[in-house]
């Protein structure tokens, strides 16, 4: 489980997150259980929050050939902001 963190905003922001697992080649292994990802988020003024992502790594990784030079993998997001609101719904 990765726990990623969204720095405060003095906004209110909605949005949503995309994932990238590089190297890309390795991204057939790499399978999403629960993810923040699957839906919209929003995040309140100044408000920091941890989003939990739980994932595998399919053990066919490991037998395949084309797998031999990669010693790792990263898992990247990039958010995307859908909607700003000026105030704090009440």
Do not use: W
Request: with cysteine; charged share 30%; glycine share 4%.
């Amino acid at each position: 489980m990765l726990r990623p963190r969204f720095a405060r905003d003095p906004q209110a922001v909605t949005g949503v997150s995309t994932y990238n697992v590089t190297p890309q080649k390795a991204g057939i292994y790499f399978n999403k259980i629960q993810c923040f990802c699957f839906e919209e988020q929003r995040l309140r003024p100044n408000e920091e929050i941890d989003m939990p992502v739980f994932f595998y790594i399919d053990r066919e990784f490991a037998t395949d050939p084309n797998m031999r030079d990669v010693s790792s993998l990263t898992l990247s997001y990039t958010f995307f902001k859908v909607s700003e609101e000026d105030h704090e719904e009440g």
